[in-house]
């Protein structure tokens, strides 16, 4: 049962607009979000984090939106660039977790046209 | 600094070969892990280790066994390859024991492609 979802395989966006990705979890006890990226051939890299105590996180282009209510996260980036071109991962953790595991949603593919 | 080293890049193995995937870390990390990504399915964990001669299953461990003799290496072993095991599979660490730190994401190796035919 995956308890990450991220519903939109792909996404396009023209170069300098905003792209919003969007990732769902189903367990209320998820406390720690993450979004990671990756370019192919690659291991995935850590782009921003975000805790439930908080509802937005930003570093430079890029910002994270955390409903807990909905349980809905999601990733701006704010102008987009042709460079942002890769998958990009939603993951959550839980702090009463004692398995130490983070899961992770099946990835959303964005192109970012110049 | 490497970070997170995995050998070899690709592999292929028949069916009921075994192999071991090598991943070695310079960050002194304590948590390490192994994951699989398949087409559609996400990242999935396989197993982890909170430090040196501890390790723990993930959500798909079948198939696979860990070990952790050091700080910087956590090797994956194939034990009887099946085709089902094809993917692409990655290493990844982080410093701290609790991996939900806020400060302590995950940092991944670069995978190895695994086919088994």
């Given amino acids: ?114 | 600094n490497a970070g997170v080293t995995q050998t070899p890049k690709f592999q292929v193995l028949k069916t009921g070969q075994s192999m071991t995937l090598q991943c070695a870390q310079d960050m002194n990390h304590e948590y390490m892990s192994w994951y699989r990504q398949d087409p559609g399915m996400g990242l999935r964990l396989i197993h982890y280790s909170v430090g040196a001669g501890i390790t723990d299953q993930g959500e798909v461990p079948n198939g696979y066994n860990v070990s952790r003799s050091t700080t910087e290496d956590f090797p994956l072993r194939l034990l009887s390859a099946a085709p089902s095991q094809t993917s692409v599979y990655f290493c990844a660490s982080s410093y701290s024991m609790a991996v939900r730190s806020y400060n302590s994401p995950l940092h991944f190796g670069n995978g190895t492609r695994l086919t088994v035919t």
């Fill in chain 1, 1 to 114: 049962d995956q308890q990450v979802k991220q519903n939109s395989p792909s996404l396009s966006v023209q170069e300098g607009r905003i792209s919003i990705l969007n990732c769902d979890y189903t367990n209320s006890m998820f406390d720690y979000f993450l979004w990671y990226k990756k370019y192919p051939a690659e291991g995935p890299t850590f782009l921003i984090s975000i805790s439930s105590i908080k509802d937005k996180n930003e570093d430079g282009r890029f910002t994270v939106f955390l409903n807990k209510s909905a349980k809905h996260l999601s990733l701006h980036i704010v102008p987009s660039q042709p460079g942002d071109s890769a998958v990009y991962f939603c993951a959550a953790s839980s702090s009463t977790n004692t398995g130490n595991q983070f899961y992770f949603g099946t990835g959303t593919s964005l192109t970012v046209i110049p």
